[in-house]
C-alpha cells in the first residue's frame, strides 16, 4: 500500500521554507527519500533507519518517527536548484519498497 | 562507469505487440526493480530481483514478465501490449538500499 504524501504542491520563494509529509499505514523499517526534476530520472537523497533519526543533506534534512511510521523532509532557505518532485518511499519489514505519489515543489526567485 | 542504463528510450506500440525492455548496471549491485510511472501516481513496483536467480512479483506485475538474465541485466517483457500499460518505465539497482535509477523508457501503447 502506499504511503500518503502531503502537501501536493507547494510554491516558495528563495529563502523560504518548506515542509513535506510522509505516513505509512504499516510498520517501517526505513524510509527513502528521492526527487525527481522534470523529464530525468529519480535521484536518491537520503535513507533513514531509526526511529526519531534525522539527517541532512544539502539544507534539506528529514526525520523518522517509527512509532508513529511518519517521516518528514524539511526544505530550509530554499535555492532554485530544489524544484522539482520529492517522492517518499516506505521500506515495511517484507522490504518492499513502496513511493508516494509525490509532492511537486516550485521554487521561484 | 555508466550506473544503470535502459533501452529503448522510446517506443510505441500497438495493442497486442510485444516487446522487451533492457536494463543494465555496472555497480556490481545484487538487488535489481522494475517501476512504472504514471502522472499522479508515483512509482509503482512491477517486479524486483534480490539476487541473480530470484525474482518477485511487486504491486503492480499483471501483464509483464522479467527475467535476471545474470548479475548486470534484468529485462522487462509486454507479451501482449495494452493501453493501460502506456507508460514510463524506470529500472533501478541498489547494494545497501539507496536506489538508482535508468533514464527511463516512454512506452505509448496506441
Known amino acids: 500500500q502506499q504511503p500518503v504524501q502531503s502537501p501536493q504542491a507547494v510554491i516558495l520563494r528563495e529563502g523560504e521554507d518548506a515542509v513535506i509529509n510522509c505516513s505509512s499505514s504499516?510498520?517501517?523499517?526505513?524510509v527513502h527519500w528521492y526527487r525527481q526534476k522534470h523529464g530525468e530520472a529519480p535521484v536518491f537523497l537520503m535513507i533513514?533507519?531509526?526511529?526519531?533519526e534525522q539527517k541532512g543533506h544539502e539544507k534539506i534534512s528529514a526525520s523518522f518517527n517509527e512509532k508513529k511510521q511518519q517521516s518528514s523532509l524539511y526544505l530550509t532557505a530554499s535555492q532554485l536548484s530544489y524544484s522539482g518532485t520529492y517522492f517518499c518511499?516506505?521500506?515495511?519489514?517484507?522490504?518492499?519498497?513502496?513511493f508516494g505519489a509525490g509532492t511537486t515543489v516550485t521554487v521561484r526567485a | 562507469n555508466a550506473g544503470v542504463t535502459q533501452t529503448p528510450k522510446f517506443q510505441v506500440l500497438k495493442t497486442g505487440q510485444s516487446m522487451t525492455l533492457q536494463c543494465a548496471q555496472d555497480?556490481?549491485?545484487?538487488?535489481m526493480y522494475w517501476y512504472r510511472q504514471d502522472p499522479g501516481m508515483g512509482l509503482r513496483l512491477i517486479y524486483y530481483s534480490a539476487s541473480e536467480g530470484t525474482t518477485d512479483k511487486g504491486e503492480v506485475p499483471n501483464g509483464y514478465n522479467v527475467s535476471r538474465l545474470n548479475k548486470r541485466e534484468f529485462s522487462l517483457r509486454l507479451e501482449s501490449a495494452a493501453p493501460s500499460q502506456t507508460s514510463v518505465y524506470f529500472c533501478?539497482?541498489?547494494?545497501?538500499?539507496?536506489?538508482?535509477f535508468g533514464p527511463g523508457t516512454r512506452l505509448t501503447v496506441t
Open positions: 518511499g516506505t521500506e515495511p519489514y517484507d522490504y518492499k519498497l513502496s
Open positions: 533513514l533507519l531509526k526511529g526519531g
Open positions: 504499516k510498520a517501517l523499517y526505513s
Open positions: 555497480m556490481n549491485h545484487n538487488s
Open positions: 533501478a539497482s541498489s547494494d545497501q538500499g539507496e536506489q538508482y
